[in-house]
């Protein structure tokens, strides 16, 4: 690589996906949540291209997701060049096109590397060093997509042919796509994988803005109106960067892969070699996560008793799993749900999922844990015209000014220092001091100081929902 050469990540983070339930739900799917390590997929993805030759990322993510994006990227020390929120999910052909377009404008001869945000990719060098070789290609206009040497016959995934001898996992250029193969059925998936000219699409493009866009010029000229106008009527707001709604909702929803990959005559193709996944299912988290001699993961409050081949694992420190005699099953906790099932069948969970939707059951989508810009909370009772939440506020953080029509509060600071405002009185609370809060009150709770503020929320009255708020005023511009 030349030192002058710059690549210009791109992180798509806008999914909701059901497989990994009850862990990954639609109000924190799975790229925030830490199923590996310590670190969420999002993050790790984020250090993947924090290196030198790498611009800093650009982000497309959901509206509800901005504050979790910011903070999850502070946590790893890495800041966003630019953050794009889209006002609904198009799929990922509309948010690697806004991507290119917001690009193109920063730097007109840029080189971007899409990525999703819920992939597994442990080794960082052999990537890197895999899309510097694919680097002179995307510079010379040709659309490079990545494929990974397969481990097993696998019917989820899409295959790449290529066009190469038996050593193609070691080629140090792309190879040209012969053909992709979706949906196919588990014999086509084994005779695939014997013959070495087969890989996994990963999902990761390499291309120069010119080439994308030009592409979507010709084969999807509708995405490319919509996109072009919601980019040139965005709007920036907090640090982030608001797509147009209404030219927006006009782009088809469509993947990249039908709108342009699969549709392209003149696709290329770097082989990689080293171990990656898409952890689609607690299956593959099982795969991906070293089990022990006994074939079994434990994580968190789990334990396994004469266990194999198991997954176990506790999202809630005050919830012990016990799994006796279990053998490949996978055994998932929260503080609000459980899931049971044989590892086989773990691609069924979006079944589940929605039989609970069907239900009307909270657990579908929503978190116990709901997060805000300004921390979190989760309800911990509730009964009959009362709840009892716990509320973490971040350092400098605060609340908006706010009021309720149905409900009073009781506030009781457990830990930090809150300064609170109910009506025209201030007060500066610490731990084991409390305030009332009257039905209609304005009021706010601010954290000026550098630790956490936790404090036990206490509601009553005749409505507790959460849409029971009138804002006056919000630093986080929420109406």
Request: charged fraction near 20%; aromatic fraction near 8%.
């Amino acid at each position: 690589m030349s030192k002058n050469d710059v690549i210009w990540p791109v992180i798509l983070c806008g999914g909701a996906g059901t497989r990994l339930w009850p862990a990954s739900r639609k109000s924190f799917p799975k790229q925030f949540v830490q199923l590996i390590d310590q670190n969420s997929l999002f993050q790790c993805a984020a250090k993947l291209i924090c290196a030198e030759g790498f611009a800093s990322p650009t982000v497309v993510t959901a509206e509800a997701f901005r504050f979790v994006v910011r903070d999850q990227l502070e946590g790893v020390g890495i800041t966003a060049g630019t953050i794009l929120l889209e006002p609904e999910e198009r799929n990922t052909a509309p948010a690697v096109l806004a991507a290119a377009l917001a690009l193109r404008a920063q730097a007109a001869d840029a080189v971007m590397l899409v990525l999703p945000s819920d992939h597994l990719i442990p080794d960082s060098a052999a990537f890197k060093q895999a899309v510097w070789r694919a680097l002179p290609a995307a510079k010379a206009k040709q659309l490079v997509t990545f494929g990974a040497k397969p481990s097993r016959p696998e019917t989820e995934y899409a295959f790449l042919e290529l066009d190469g001898g038996p050593n193609l996992e070691i080629s140090n250029i792309p190879l040209d796509l012969v053909q992709f193969f979706n949906k196919i059925d588990e014999e086509t998936a084994t005779e695939m994988f014997k013959t070495g000219r087969h890989f996994w699409n990963m999902g990761i493009g390499l291309f120069h803005v010119d080439a994308i866009i030009d592409a979507f010029a010709y084969y999807a000229p509708k995405i490319l109106t919509a996109v072009s106008d919601s980019v040139a009527n965005a709007t920036v707001d907090f640090g982030f960067t608001r797509l147009d709604n209404i030219s927006w909702s006009k782009a088809p929803p469509v993947s990249i892969d039908d709108a342009i990959m699969e549709k392209h005559d003149a696709l290329t193709v770097m082989p990689y070699a080293a171990c990656w996944s898409d952890l689609d299912d607690w299956q593959s988290v099982w795969r991906e996560s070293a089990p022990d001699g006994d074939g079994n993961v434990c994580s968190g409050a789990a334990t396994a008793i004469e266990c194999r081949g198991s997954l176990l694992r506790s999202e809630n420190p005050s919830v012990e799993v016990v799994g006796v005699g279990l053998e490949d099953m996978v055994v998932i906790a929260t503080g609000d749900a459980v899931l049971i099932s044989p590892k086989s069948a773990s691609q069924q969970v979006g079944k589940a999922v929605a039989a609970l939707k069907e239900k009307g059951a909270t657990q579908a989508e929503a978190n116990a844990r709901e997060l805000r810009p300004w921390g979190w909370f989760e309800s911990i009772a509730h009964g009959e015209r009362f709840q009892v939440k716990r509320i973490v506020v971040k350092p400098g953080a605060s609340m908006s000014l706010q009021s309720h029509h149905h409900r009073s509060e009781h506030w009781i600071i457990v830990a930090g220092t809150a300064q609170v405002t109910v009506a025209d009185q201030v007060h500066l609370l610490t731990e084991n001091q409390s305030i009332y809060v009257p039905l209609g009150a304005k009021h706010r709770l601010e954290n000026l100081g550098r630790l956490p503020v936790v404090l036990i929320e206490v509601q009553t009255g005749a409505y507790l929902g959460e849409d029971d708020i009138t804002r006056y005023a919000d630093q986080y511009s929420r109406s």
